[in-house]
């Protein structure tokens, strides 16, 4: 039986099977594989509800991501930002209650949320929030995408061997972009800038 | 050769005269731009830099014997950049406005062909990580980032300082900036004021009116390089050092050489 | 089914091809390189917000302003010059631009943040803190000494063990019923903080206050002989044309040091038609001598005798301010009082002081003498500055007398551009301290120094003196001494010193950092650095108007710290009494915030934005409203740009109301030990070696140097710079930097000569060799060759040789204070430093 079987096919024939079977694992281990081994998937350390606050509360973006007069942007509000309104409660969700409690332990230890910082750029890079959004008027969507009207945080995915979220080499694996804010690499910086006619110089981006 | 002509030209105006070498330039460009130090800096070789005082003499006997000090940023050259041209890795470019001559590091290569070619001795190589006694990297400045080992740096003209006025024009939607909101690290250290710093291009600027002076030259000015750091002095000595001329020479006119 | 070699190469090309439309390789590739770019040993230094803090620089006494850039209101990252200050306007000087490297020099113990050490304060009591680990100079909390002295074994100690310690010892003493065994030494001149120490020991009873005296208590006293009580000296530097200096370092750190470079500054500023000439009169080319327009160079310590060749010129040529000296100047002309008729200044100069007898003292030739003086005198306005190098150390008494004589003559004494008479600043004063009995009976006891004794009875500090009197004796003159800003184990006479202390049973070290004295101390209760805590400072020397600032903690500390001003309030009150009584404030903020309220009670002056203050001196006060200690805070610093030039009602309280080219407060107060008018006899005891009424005048008197000529033939100097601090502190890290490489080589110092002399002694570029003093103290470095340096004379720099400090400046070097054999001052006992017989021996 095992005879007769074995003679079925002839060399050529497994041999170009087990080429497709190559072909088809590489790109199983490739796609699937690979992915999970180097990106380590974290929680946010608090549950933060966009939508509640830009929709429910009527927020705008800018009342917690403050430029500072001379053009520092402060990004991710520091803890005493968030507390300046809910050291009372706002509202009756359990979820508030959790992050009052949350919140005023961290200040008590002098601590801030160590959030995790999906568009976080290696030292290298230069970046001015005011040069994009006040003279250039991008919108905060155009790289960061509709995180504004997000329920929850996506997962955080930290590469293992860089350290940086995957949303920096693209927000899916194949690093593929449909939308500008899919990817934050040096030459997605440099598209938009070739596409504005600002400069592209070197020192422009990188410290 | 023609290289891209820039709007602004940024440089910088040294007045020797003032100048009494206190090295203030020097600590406030260290602090600013994150140098580490190491145990002995006396191998003025591997000792880094950006801006360095170079004490000069005379030459002449007791009683006549006076010294004097050139303070040597990064000449941040306008033609044929020396460094440029020759760096393997584009990790070194002339190409942002103002004409400032960038430095990569995480491009850098280090293969130290632009340490090299600097006729200025500008340039240094880290021959090692950068060490910050415990405690010290507290007071490290998050606008520039530390060097690793394996990489030529320079001065920079304190980039990011343009940087943080352009971003601050930016708030108030300038696109332009005002005289004085950029300066360098140095310049607003020098206690005597003898450093000025702006735009060589803009006639009404401190810095164009001074440059423009009859003693005004530059360091090792035959080369070409269009240095965009002058100097001033009224000693004949000193600005007799500042390339290698010959006995009868004439210094003074070297200025009105084209190439 | 079997897999064969062709198989295998089958499957292998299939995955490999298959490998290649993965993100495998290419995902690879770019993740290596970022990962190459992120070694996790080169730092990333967190951003946050900067922000820039507004406080004064206590670096040195020259009280600049500083801001501070901090990010996010927790990091320092860099110091920079406030440009709405009046004394520095926008400058900084490289000891300043590095001051974050003393803050911030940690190492050696678990670096915690402010609270949490202070949460586990009582948890660390007991850990062995052991210096030779210790990488940075701050001292982490108070620790007491565990080992030997001086061996560098501590124990951490809470600070109330480290207080009620220090409270048990002064206890000890005030009951033994000798409260003059408790000793201060203090280095720094300006601030509360001095007048908080000298003020603790009065109360408690000891006269032992010990100041280490510099330039400024040679000027004061010149100031007290001759034009009154009171009043300090400043210079209307910025508005001078014409400044001729007798040794002064004026680049190197005298006076206000970033005050001065910024003068060259304004002098140099072509662009503004500037045309200011600076002459400076130096033994050899110092960076000022070569700086200036004209370096005149004379035999060490002659400058006063150069004065005086120059008075006589422009009294021969009828050139000086006959107004000036006729209406406001006392023993110019012969003069006769009820004891008989005196000589007049003009007489003696015109006869002792001729351009040849000059010239035989100085060196300098006669005609150049003759056209320096008439330079000086047709140029307005002109100023003659004097205070030997950067000023650390005191002058000599007569030397100043005959720079301030030059200085009356030419009527440049409260003009514009001249020498200017200041008062100091409004701050209110203080509640009178009260005495008990063993108070008032220690506070008898004559001082250890021998200063304000009938030996020198014009001198109120002289410090040096109090080692040996100390040394000499059996039993302890000093049982407690705390040392406060000072760093006497490494200063001058160290050796002096270092055996004093072996008398001393106890000594508490108030310094942040781990310098030569905390070394050897027993206990250290270590101060807030000056980045970390309050205090005031007080108008630096030169300055032409009153000053007075207010420094802030700029970030939290970084270390377990109490403010040195608290310690003593606390152990003031811990003690209780009459003692407890005079420091009614609950601590060292309140008092300071009592100095300003007597500012805002004066009413005048301007807070803050400062920046062309000396332009807009004005003869009227400006009003001042908001004098609060807020604002003052918040801007730094009080200023008075009052300067009513070209009146003097009023302004000399001599005895005479003039200005007195005869000192009849010298007569008096010298005379006053004998009863009458002082015998020759009084006045060999005090070392003056002129005769009759020449010796209450501005003369020359020879110094006396140690060690004969001939064995030892060189004249060591010492020589300033600014990248040198010789002081308190050792060099931070970032200043080694600025060093030459013919200044410091791996660890050795190179001494500067002529290259005659060193032909002389067969010595070349680049040799090591001993210096070897007439007390045989010897010290190592190399030679260094320059041609500015005057034949016979060896240039060496102070500042290195550190023993302790960190790393980067540890065993660099030598001490230069090793080998400087202080002489002292005829007359005022001043230790002088400038010169020491030497001989060179190559090793």
Sequence with gaps: MEKAEKKEYSPAVIGWFLCVVGFVGALFVGWVIFPALLYSSMEQPFPFNHKAHTENAGMGCDECHVFKQDGFFTGIPKLARCMDCHESLQGKSEAEKKFQAYGQKLMEEGKEIPWLVYSKQPDCVYFSHAAHVKMGQQKCETCHGPIGTSEQPRVYKKNRITGYSIDIWGRRISGIKFNTWDRMKMDDCGECHDKNKTSNACFVCHK | MNETQFRLKYGMVIDLDKCVGCGACMVACQSENNLYVRLDESDKLRSTTWMRLYRINNGEKFPEAKFSFFPRPCMQCGHHTPCVSVCPATATTVDEEGGIVSQIYTRCIGCRYCVAACPYHVRYFNWWDPVFPEGMEKSLSPDVSPRMRGVVEKCTFCHHRLMKAKQKAAMEKRRDLKENEYITACTQACPTGAITFGDLNNPEHQVAKLAARPDAFRLLERLGTEPKVYYLTKHDWIRKLADNYLPEEDFRNVKKQKH | ?843
């Design chain 3, 1 to 843: 089914m079997k897999i064969d070699r062709r198989g295998f190469i089958k499957l292998a090309v299939g995955a490999v091809a298959g490998l290649h439309l993965t993100p495998i390789p290419w995902k690879l590739m770019d993740d290596s390189a970022i990962w190459t770019q992120n070694w996790p040993w080169v730092p990333v230094p967190d951003t946050g917000e900067a922000t820039y803090v507004n406080t004064v620089c206590s670096l040195c006494p020259g009280g600049c302003g500083i801001k501070v850039r901090v990010i996010d209101g927790k990091r320092a990252v860099k110091i920079e010059g406030n440009p709405e200050h009046p004394v520095n306007r926008g400058g900084i000087c490289p000891m300043g631009a590095a001051g974050l490297q003393l803050l911030y020099s940690l190492g050696g113990f678990e670096n915690k943040s402010a609270t949490e050490i202070t949460e586990t304060a009582l948890g660390l009591a007991g850990e062995v803190f052991a210096p030779q680990k210790h990488e940075g100079i701050r001292v982490p909390g108070p620790i007491k000494r565990v080992g030997a002295r001086g061996a560098g074994r501590w124990e951490r100690i809470s600070w109330e063990e480290a207080m009620n310690t220090l409270v048990a010892e002064l206890r000890k003493i005030r009951d033994s019923g000798r409260p003059q065994a408790l000793a201060s030494i203090t280095g720094r001149q300006d601030g509360s903080m001095p007048r908080l120490l000298a003020r603790f020991l009065k109360a408690f009873g000891s006269p032992n206050a010990f100041t280490i005296p510099s330039a400024e208590d040679t000027a004061a006293m010149a100031v007290d002989l001759t034009m009154g009580a009171g009043k300090s000296l400043g210079f209307d530097l910025e508005r001078a044309q014409y400044i001729l200096s007798f040794g002064s370092a004026l680049f190197e750190g005298w006076g206000s040091p970033v005050r001065m470079m910024r003068a060259n500054g304004l002098w140099r500023d072509k662009s503004n038609g500037a045309s200011a000439k600076i002459v400076q009169i130096d033994t050899s080319s110092t960076l000022t001598a070569s700086k200036a327009d004209q370096w005149i160079s004379v035999k060490p310590g002659t400058e006063g005798a150069l004065a005086l060749g120059l008075a006589h010129v422009i009294i021969k040529e009828g050139k000086y301010d006959k107004d000036f000296v006729g209406q406001h100047c006392f023993g110019f002309e012969n003069w006769s009082d009820d004891k008989g008729p005196h000589q007049g200044f003009k007489e003696m100069v015109l006869k002792d002081y001729t351009p040849e007898e000059v010239f035989s003292l100085t060196g300098v030739p006669a005609e150049k003498i003759v056209a320096l003086a008439n330079d000086f005198a047709s140029v307005k306005p002109a100023v003659a500055l004097y205070g030997k190098g950067k000023g650390s150390m005191p002058g000599s008494l007569f030397d100043l007398m005959a720079v301030n004589a030059l200085n009356a003559l030419v009527g440049s004494i409260n003009r514009e551009g001249g020498m200017v008479l200041t008062g100091p600043a409004p701050i209110a004063a203080w509640p009178e301290a009260v005495f008990d009995e063993i108070a008032k009976k220690g506070n008898e006891n004559p001082r250890l120094d021998e200063a304000r004794t009938r030996r020198y009875p014009l001198t109120k500090e002289l410090f040096y003196p109090m080692a040996r009197t100390v040394t000499r004796t059996n039993t302890p003159l000093i049982s407690t001494l705390i040392v406060y800003h000072a760093n006497p184990c490494y200063g001058a006479e160290n050796g002096d010193f270092n055996r004093a202390l072996e008398k001393i049973p106890f000594v508490v070290s108030l310094s942040p950092y781990m310098d030569e004295t905390t070394a050897m101390a027993d206990l250290v209760l270590p101060g807030p650095n000056y980045l970390e805590g309050w205090d005031d400072h007080t108008t630096p020397p030169g300055m032409q108007f009153p000053i007075y600032s207010i420094s802030r903690p700029v970030v939290a500390a970084q270390c377990q710290v109490t403010n040195p001003g608290d310690v003593l309030i606390k152990a003031a009150q811990a003690l209780g009494g009459s003692v407890a009584a005079s420091f009614p404030w609950a601590d060292y903020k309140e008092l300071l915030t009592k100095n300003v309220e007597g500012v805002a009670k004066a009413g005048v002056g301007v807070i803050g934005k400062g920046a062309d203050a000396w332009k807009k001196i004005g003869p009227t006060a400006p009003a001042l409203t908001d004098a609060k200690f807020d604002n003052l805070v918040a801007d730094t610093v009080w200023y008075n740009p009052t300067l009513a030039f070209n009146k003097f009602d009023g302004v000399f309280t001599t005895p005479s109301g003039k200005f007195e080219f005869y000192s009849r407060t010298m007569v008096d107060k010298v005379g006053a030990q004998s009863g009458s008018l002082p015998s020759p006899m009084m006045m060999r005891l005090f070392r003056i070696r002129a005769t009759g009424d020449k010796a209450f005048m501005p003369h020359y008197e020879p110094p006396f140097l140690n060690g004969a000529t001939k064995e030892f033939p060189l004249l060591l100097v010492p020589q300033d710079s600014i990248d040198f601090p010789d002081g308190y502190l050792a060099a931070p890290p970032y200043l080694t930097k600025t060093w030459l490489d013919t200044q410091v080589l791996k660890n050795d110092m190179f001494v500067q000569m002529n290259p005659a002399t060193a032909k002389e002694h067969r010595l070349q570029e680049g040799d090591y060799v001993k210096i070897v003093t007439s007390t045989y103290a010897e010290i190592k470095t190399r030679v260094n060759l320059f041609d500015g340096i005057r034949p016979g004379l060896v240039a060496i720099l102070t500042g290195l040789g550190h023993k302790a400090f960190d790393r980067f400046v540890k065993g660099k070097g030598a001490n230069a204070n090793d080998v400087f054999v202080l002489s002292s001052d005829p007359l005022s006992g001043f230790a002088q430093w400038w010169g020491t017989r030497i001989k060179l021996e190559k090793i």
